[in-house]
């Protein structure tokens, strides 16, 4: 398997150096580039996901811009023509390689499908947008928005249940979340690491809010309700409940010598639900702080990116779980920092670390590169490694190669 992740390595690498040497004019064109008409990287930097200003402010206004994209029109109604979609293809081949504490190492292969889903996404109405992601499942991403100018600023609500974060409802930083994905440079976030932390049984880490917010091309601020959720309901279908948690969220965006600085932290406490509900004779909370910091533009002609971010949880008690942290005896926290750059055009170049650490330390590294053979399709190589060290001081590894292709029809 060790050939096979190599060899496809190698062969990766000669198509991109071919296509390296002969540019192409192709652009990329999924759902959201067939309603603006835009280029994905006027929404995206350097590669999909990561948002640019444009990208920022093209979701603030809900997802409803267009460009020659012909609109269906009446009292009440403005929608596109055409329905906007994207398939995404995705194989990956994947070596993972575990040593437990007492030295075993057992290595698994495979060839897999990162994400085999139908993005469909756009405008609903001149104030009213939506991003869908369906994945065959019961669950799939969903984020719905509306936006509003009221006096220089725009203005808005948005439901949404997904394995985003607790901020999707206006998701715009690139350090961790939805857009910091990047190649998976999000791997080390403290803040990725903690909100993927969920206590209660059957949400893996899917997240529903209802938030209001409000920003302009500086910034924005979000405040609302969150809930763990199976995807379904505010908790678990058939035992949902109207009793969340409350999120307030903040980022800011600064040109400092024609590059962008962003700014940011996140907010989250309360109850979800009452007691006893959801974890036997204990009030189920969410209770979480975390700040990020990045630096995006060009140097020399060189595109890059510097992130980094520190993220806690409070510990548990007898009758309160934390739902990012059980630990009765210790606070959750941790810090990262990556960066990438860009030395020729398409080409992309990141390293990571950070922690966790709640008794047990977690230890993160991530090593990666990735070439856009087109805006809509990457090739990417990189590995993760974790390593846990116990207070005991026992010590077990996990590494993961993964050759992850990525298109998007």
């Known amino acids: 398997m060790k050939k096979m992740i190599f060899s496809a390595a190698a062969f990766a690498l000669v198509a991109v150096s071919s ?98 889903v139908i993005l469909i996404a756009g405008r609903m109405g001149t104030n009213t947008g939506a991003f869908v992601e369906l994945g065959g499942g019961a669950f799939g991403n969903h984020q719905f928005m509306n936006s509003f100018d009221v006096g220089g600023m725009k203005v808005g609500v948005s439901y949404y249940n997904t394995g985003f974060g607790e901020d999707a409802g206006l998701q715009l930083s690139n350090v961790w979340g939805q857009h910091g994905g990047t190649n998976n440079g999000r791997f080390t976030s403290a803040n990725q690491n903690i909100m993927k932390s969920n206590a209660l049984a059957g949400v893996a880490d899917n997240i529903a809010g209802l938030t209001a917010w409000v920003g302009n091309d500086m910034g924005a601020i979000q405040a609302g309700l969150i809930a763990p959720s199976d995807g379904v ?44 509900q ?23 002609g060189m595109g890059f990116g510097l992130y980094g971010d520190v993220a806690s949880a409070k510990k548990s008690t007898a009758t309160e779980t934390n739902n990012y942290n059980t630990s009765l005896t210790d606070n959750l926290k941790g810090w990262a920092v990556r960066g990438q750059v860009e030395p020729i055009h398409g080409l992309l170049l990141m390293a990571g670390v950070g922690n966790t650490q709640v008794g047990t330390k977690t230890d993160r590294l991530h090593l990666g590169a990735s070439y856009s053979v087109y805006q809509n399709f990457v ?27 990525e298109a998007l029809m």
């Open 19 to 116: 296509i390296a040497l002969a540019p192409t004019n192709a652009e990329a064109i999924p759902a959201f580039a067939r309603q603006t008409g835009a280029a994905c990287l006027s929404c995206h930097f350097q590669e999909i996901p990561a948002l640019t200003a444009f990208g920022r402010s093209f979701k603030m206004n809900a997802f409803t811009d267009v460009g020659d994209q012909a609109l269906v029109e009446d009292d009440g109604m403005s929608i596109p023509a055409t329905l906007n979609a994207t398939v995404v293809i995705r194989p990956n081949v994947v070596q993972t390689k575990t040593t437990t504490t007492t030295g075993v190492t057992t290595t698994a292969k495979s060839i897999v499908y990162g994400d085999q």
């Open 379 to 405: 090739i990417a190589l990189r590995q993760e490694n974790a390593k846990n060290k116990t207070a005991a001081g026992l010590v077990s590894r996990t590494k993961t190669t993964t050759l992850d292709v």
């Open 278 to 300: 959801f974890i036997a004779a204990q009030q189920l909370k969410m209770e979480r702080t975390g700040l990020e910091a990045s630096l995006e533009g060009e140097v020399g």
């Open 233 to 276: 309901a505010w908790g678990v279908n058939g035992n949902s409940t109207f009793t969340a948690a409350k999120m307030v969220r903040a980022n800011g965006f600064f040109d400092v010598g024609g590059l962008s600085l962003g700014v940011g932290g996140i907010l989250i406490g309360g109850n979800v639900g009452s007691f006893g």
